[in-house]
């Protein structure tokens, strides 16, 4: 088994137990969210999908600045964890032209200035996951929306660049995202109803 190989095997299990933890809302899903991009940066840079490596890294950031989202940011307030709660109305503004804004500039920069052969999908995927990683970072529901459109094209990508261990798990992400929004919203609705 060649290097590449294993890197990404590997990198597809501790995806996988991300997954379990991110669909538990369970704070741990963070550490597996250091752990899992520092792996895959180096995947996706030998795939010469070089916005896809650069996102990791933005994941390495969101999943320290999530973990201690999560934590502690509610501490002051006497609650153990972020509750799972829905976007405010304005940041649909944000959340719909920022991605634009981003992809216009990652895939300006894929263009010109590397060699990768799927700008426009790799600059796609990657504007949105910056998006759909800050709304999870904030535990906000609608996160979820995005990610199945991110793990749909990801899977179809993976496959056309021959990552076939990761287009897996994207299209297992997929799945999980349409029930992870479900088990979410029911876990925040049993939020709701422990408050009152």
Not at 36 to 63: C, F, K, Q
Not at 91 to 120: M, Q
Not at 123 to 151: G, N
């Amino acid at each position: 088994m060649n290097w590449d190989l294993a890197l990404e095997i590997f990198g597809t299990i501790v995806g996988l137990i991300y997954l379990y933890y991110e669909y538990k809302a369970h704070r741990l899903l963070w550490v597996m969210g250091i752990i899992m991009p520092t792996i895959s940066v180096g995947v996706y840079y030998n795939a010469g999908l070089y916005a896809d490596m650069g996102i990791n890294i933005y994941y390495i950031l969101a999943g320290v600045y999530g973990y201690v989202v999560w934590t502690f940011r509610n501490k002051q307030r006497r609650q153990v964890e972020l509750p799972i709660t829905r976007m405010p109305r304005k940041a649909y503004i944000y959340t719909t032209a920022l991605p634009i804004c981003l992809h216009s500039i990652i895939y300006y920069i894929l263009e010109y200035f590397t060699d990768s052969t799927v700008p426009s999908w790799d600059a796609f995927t990657t504007a949105l996951s910056v998006i759909a990683m800050w709304m999870l970072a904030r535990k906000y529901i609608e996160q979820w929306w995005l990610w199945i459109v991110v793990d749909v094209v990801s899977a179809g990508l993976y496959i056309y660049k021959g990552i076939y261990f990761y287009a897996g798990l994207y299209a297992l992400y997929a799945v999980i995202a349409v029930l992870g929004y479900y088990n979410w919203k029911k876990l925040m609705s049993n939020e709701n109803n422990q408050s009152i």
